[in-house]
């Protein structure tokens, strides 16, 4: 039988957005369409979202990085 080469790759991050000078802009009316919004964006990086959730002033995001994206 041929040895057959692999390896796993999982890297995580857990990235936070602050709004500018941390205002208090997040809204709770306008947050679920912020997430969405990121959560698209990881989607079209062919990123898996973990969480994602926030604040008024700030966002956190908590996902799994592409061998692509994290390789540079």
Request: glycine share 4%; aromatic share 6%.
């Given at each position: 039988?041929?040895?057959?080469?692999?390896?796993?790759?999982?890297?995580?991050?857990?990235?936070?957005?602050?709004?500018?000078e941390r205002q208090p802009w997040l809204t709770p009316k306008i947050r679920d369409r912020?997430?969405?919004?990121?959560?698209?964006?990881?989607?079209?990086?062919?990123?898996?979202?973990?969480?994602?959730?926030?604040?008024?002033?700030?966002?956190?995001?908590?996902?799994?990085?592409?061998?692509?994206?994290?390789?540079?």
């Amino acid at each position: 039988m041929p040895f057959m080469p692999q390896s796993l790759h999982i890297l995580s991050a857990h990235i936070i957005f602050s709004t500018k000078e941390r205002q208090p802009w997040l809204t709770p009316k306008i947050r679920d369409r912020v997430w969405a919004y990121q959560s698209r964006i990881l989607q079209n990086l062919q990123c898996n979202s973990i969480t994602i959730g926030g604040v008024a002033d700030h966002v956190h995001v908590l996902c799994n990085l592409t061998k692509k994206i994290s390789n540079g």
